[in-house]
């Protein structure tokens, strides 16, 4: 590499692009169509780049081809557009490039990172005993507490004397986590749930009883799953774990956002009781992927079992990367942090009761329809449909995304496809909501 400045862009040429992104970004939030037309062939990569004046054009042929999350029609997965000041934040979090393996690479960053920990740690009411690092998304956090689970970077338990048990509704990367765990799939249990995806408490009981005493249990409850948005009954799995010694781990990746919320913190309860956690800011709390954080209980096992020493650079202070299962990572936490600085708790936890609510309604006015119906009562803000006409759902959807307005995707839960709406944009209000309906019938018919 030479010391060529071309390489670097100019003050001015920086000011110019930074006026441009800033157009983009207005234009960015004020969508209305979910899904793109088509998809461009992309151009060949060159041996000489134009520089700084192909951007606005590279710029706008990504936005142009790009799934329009901001749109509140995009409501067909636990995605969307993070919170403008979270997109500002991350511009500058990405410039500055701040590395969590080190606290030298991350001095305010990595204080960031702990105050968010402590912050989980209270509003779950989890205690002062529990450890907790971050993690680059759920999937990662899930393994992460996995493996703590079975004894992590202290040994750990023999891989046959472990039996995981899974809802049959839990997310993919639990069965993941337990495959690169080294579980074989006779050792993992999937546990009977109702028709709305929620753990049977009678059917973990019974599995739990026939292997108790002779295998190293490890029950994964959900907190929000994935398909239907459910909320297990903590409460009583902690219970059953303890009453067999089994390690309790809750995905709460989508639901730990409830932390913030006035009306539904009840859902809450039992967390206390559990062995993990894993929290997801990337998905209900309005801040760019991948983030989440792992919450272990009992700080000894979490420095024992997460925790390798680092002997690059022999600092006297604890740096971040010490624990889990990455080594670098990005300061996710900043951009929350900053989010919730510059909103506070109370507007994120008062965006979490109105999406919920926006839900309940949405769920009333699918009552009425005749071509599509709910197919269950919604937890939080997901509500799955039945197809009720002679369409099925891969069939509504089609309709739906030819018209360009409501997106739902299509899920299967168990032998059955569904459409599945997550209504998670805040902008949502009462009139989508009824337009929805309205849609979904038109599309099934």
Known sequence: MTNDTSFLPSNIELRDLAEEVGGILQSLFHAVRPMPGGVDLLPLVPSVGEGAGALPKLWHLILENATRLDSPLMSGHMDTAPHPYAVLTQTIVSALNQNMLFRELSPFASNIEESLIELFLDRLNLGSDWGGTWASGGSIANLTALFCAVGGYD????????????????????????????????????????????????????????????????????????????????????SLCQKYGAWHHVDAIYGGALMFSKSHRKLLAGLSGANSVVVGPQKWMYVPRVSAAVLISGKDDFDRKLGVSMPYSISGETHRGFWGLQGSRPADAVVLWTLLQALGTDVIGQQIDASIALTQNFYKCLLDCKTVAPAHVPDLNLQVIRPGGKLDAIEIQKNLTREGGLWTSVSQWRDQMYLRTVLLSPKLNEKHVSDFAVSLEEAAS
Request: some cysteine.
């Open 155 to 238: 040994g750990g338990v023999e891989r046959t004397n472990v039996h995981m048990l899974l809802p049959e509704s839990g997310h993919a990367s639990l069965k993941k986590a337990a495959a690169i765990l080294g579980i074989p799939k006779s050792q993992i249990s999937l546990i009977k749930c109702n028709d709305a995806g929620a753990i049977d408490i009678d059917a973990l009981d019974q599995s739990l009883s026939g292997k108790a005493g002779s295998a190293h249990c490890v029950v994964t409850s959900v907190l929000g799953t994935t398909i239907h948005g459910s909320v297990d009954d903590i409460s009583g799995i902690s």
